[in-house]
């Protein structure tokens, strides 16, 4: 028998560590379900009911990611805020369209599976989900070596909203003497950060600088309500 068999793991793709991924992700998720019928975690696909109250409903659906925040992110090595960052890049675009978010899905590509590092992610998601009244229904992580330098990895999210067809906001509702709210911003989200980034090499501030502001806006790792604009509605 020839035993020198070739097998996932040996490429790099940690199967064992996948699954233990997906079963936390599926034991936290679990716990904000409470009542509701269906269970998607680690299935095919998710399966959701359509609101009943909502007349002529409309599906919406966004997906964006946080950019180059990431590496803001690898440079203080703290993972729990660029979650609730990606689900607001996606619902905020659904709100402005008059829909209310229903459902959350990440997609999350890495060098290597960090356990650590990815619950971390999850939990910010799950923060952002529920900052944002929505349900996180399922998703997709893989380990892809050899397309990732070591520690590297990027993230992607996917938001379903639904919205009544009279309530649809567009351009054409728009009419003279409206009123115009603007809210104002608790600071750097997740747009600009390649500028940020730039700024930072031009000024020579170096990586341990950066890592005193761990507890401040520039990562933003103190994140507000107002990170998730659909919490002002």
């Known amino acids: 028998m020839n035993k020198k068999l070739f097998t996932y793991k040996k490429s790099g793709v940690n199967i ?13 998720s679990s716990k904000k379900k409470g009542k509701k019928k269906f269970s ?4 095919f696909g998710s399966i959701s009911d359509i609101p009943n109250h909502v007349k002529q409903p409309k599906i919406v659906a966004c997906t964006d990611g946080v950019g180059t925040k ?3 992110a690898n440079t203080l090595d ?26 959350f899905l990440d997609y999350i590509s890495i060098n290597k599976i960090d356990l650590k590092k ?18 996180l229904v399922g998703g997709e992580t893989a ?3 050899g397309t990732y330098e ?5 993230i992607a999210g996917f938001a379903v909203g639904v919205v009544g067809k009279n309530k649809i906001l567009n351009k054409e509702k728009i009419r003279n003497n409206d009123l115009i709210l603007a809210i104002p911003s608790s600071g750097l989200h997740s747009n600009g950060f390649s500028l940020v980034r730039y ?12 890592s005193q502001y761990k507890n401040s806006k520039l990562g933003c790792i103190k994140s507000s309500k107002y990170d998730t604009y659909v919490l002002c509605y």
């Open 16 to 28: 064992a560590a996948a699954d233990n991924f997906v079963n936390f992700i599926s034991s936290v």
């Open 40 to 43: 998607n975690i680690g299935g």
């Open 70 to 72: 990431i590496e803001i």
């Open 78 to 103: 703290k993972y729990d805020t660029i979650g609730i960052d990606l689900v607001a890049m996606s619902v905020n675009d659904l709100i402005v369209q008059g829909a209310k978010p229903l459902l």
């Open 118 to 135: 990815l619950k971390s992610i999850i939990k910010g998601i799950m923060n952002g989900c529920k900052q944002s009244d929505c349900e």
């Open 143 to 145: 380990e892809m070596p």
């Open 150 to 154: 070591k520690n590297k990895f990027d």
């Open 199 to 210: 700024l930072l090499n031009k000024k020579k501030i170096k990586s341990k600088s950066i």
